[in-house]
């Protein structure tokens, strides 16, 4: 935009340099008069910028959704009202679309009249192609004269909040989660506990929870009553554990090792949520964060928001992190390890779990395809007898450029 005007502004010295060159060669009084006629022009335009800017007053909303995946289309509307007395003319909104990439973040729109009264709309939209927390906006309204040769600026702190959330696939067929635990159909809760119950997870308050449930921590950061909920033992539990170590995160871009864990994450957690189990995350992004169990679309929406900002920050091995929460893995329930093979070392520490009924289900990314994509099919066949070898299971492996939903229909 300020390109444009300066083009307009080097025309218009252009105009009176040679107004200048002309009047050098012709009568006095001509020269005069086409330079006054120039200056009134400017003078009125300058004007003309001025009634508008400090007569026009502007109201602005704006309504987005607060989240999307990766590479979605985020929708805007904008609501512009004018409160003055006077109309406005000639004025262009801006947004800041901080999620958007390159020239998208910012979108200009041109309003050539805009009456006193009722909300005007104005909807567009931009891609977001990198998941992650945005702060969309401000606003910003020029204000031009009719030959839109000057501006004026004003900008309105109008903010939302926006999550861009890992793309996810379908997951059509699944690894068992528990073995002999009848299907999750059989889901049964219970607001009390007795010797049969299990604490499970949390929910907001319901008209005849006794007192003593509720969960005061819970309670006071979302400023609302929350309870705790008790679960019976043929109820599906399940474990994600993953690790996003900065040194082992190769490839680039979205094709790094660390953006396939949290694709991978995120989708079996909607799988597994979709399914009422009940889950629980432990990762390292270079802190330790510890969701608990819980079910439902909120639960999976606290889990979305942590994987849109998780980063490949971790300095501390999965086998440490194991260590430390491996007894907090409750009896009869699934955990799911999501490693690049170069972490396979920490899988005999995990298979004594078995003694506790809790199944294993690992899922390993073959870091060296990350590197060297061209030698994909040697080294899938070489970690696959490995592994099979070493562990006597059959391996759900993960490399470069692969249809992860293909994958798991072969399980």
């Known amino acids: 935009m300020l390109k444009e005007h300066l083009k307009k502004w080097v025309f218009l010295l252009v105009i009176m340099l040679s107004a ?23 003078v009125m335009n300058l004007v003309w910028i001025a009634i508008q800017y400090f007569s026009t007053r502007l109201h602005l909303v704006r309504t ?22 006077l109309p406005a003319f000639n004025l262009v909104l801006e ?14 729109l041109l309003i050539e009249y805009l009456g006193a009264g009722p909300f005007l709309k104005k909807r567009y939209n931009c891609a977001c192609p990198v998941r992650g927390r945005y702060k969309i906006g401000p606003l910003a309204v020029y204000f031009f004269d009719p030959l839109g040769l000057f501006f004026l600026k004003r900008r ?35 607001r009390v506990s007795g010797d049969e119950d299990e604490f499970f997870g949390i929910r907001e308050y ?11 921590i819970s309670t006071a950061r979302k400023n609302q009553l929350i309870v705790k909920q008790f679960q019976r033992q043929t109820f599906f539990r399940a474990t994600i554990v993953f690790n996003l170590e900065k040194d082992k995160n190769f490839g ?19 799988y597994l949520i979709e399914k009422d189990i009940s889950l629980e995350l432990i990762a390292n992004t270079g802190e330790m964060v510890h969701i608990p169990f819980n079910r439902g679309p909120e639960h999976l929406g606290d889990i979305f928001k942590f994987l849109a900002l998780a980063q490949a920050e971790s300095r501390v091995s999965l086998g440490e992190i194991f260590e430390e929460y491996s007894r907090g893995i409750p009896n009869d329930t699934t955990l799911i390890v999501i490693m690049p093979d170069t972490d396979w070392r920490y899988l005999p520490m995990m298979l004594p779990l078995e003694k506790r009924n809790i199944s294993l289900v690992p899922l390993i990314l073959i870091s060296s395809t990350f590197l060297y994509p061209f030698q994909k099919q ?7 007898i490995k592994l099979s070898k070493l562990f006597n299971f059959t391996p759900i492996l993960f490399s470069r450029g692969d249809n992860l939903e293909e994958i798991f229909l072969k399980c």
């Open 156 to 190: 309105y702190q109008v903010y939302s909040e926006l999550y861009v959330y890992p793309r996810t696939f379908s997951i059509k067929k699944f690894p068992d989660l528990i073995k002999g635990v009848p299907p999750w159909f059989g889901l049964e809760t219970s």
């Open 20 to 42: 200048l060159i002309i009047g050098l060669k012709v009568y006095a009084g001509f020269y005069h008069l086409f330079f006054w006629f120039l200056v009134s022009i400017v």
């Open 378 to 384: 040697e080294v899938l066949k070489y970690t696959k």
């Open 95 to 108: 947004d800041n679309l901080s999620c958007a990439k390159g020239q998208e973040k910012k979108k200009s």
């Open 64 to 85: 987005i959704i607060n989240r999307v995946q990766e590479d979605e289309t985020l929708e805007v509307e904008t609501l512009i009202r004018n409160d003055g007395l």
């Open 206 to 216: 319901k008209e005849g929870d006794p007192i003593k449930k509720i969960h005061w």
């Open 252 to 270: 680039e871009g979205k094709e790094r090792i660390a953006e396939y864990i949290i694709k991978i994450a995120a989708s079996v957690a909607k």
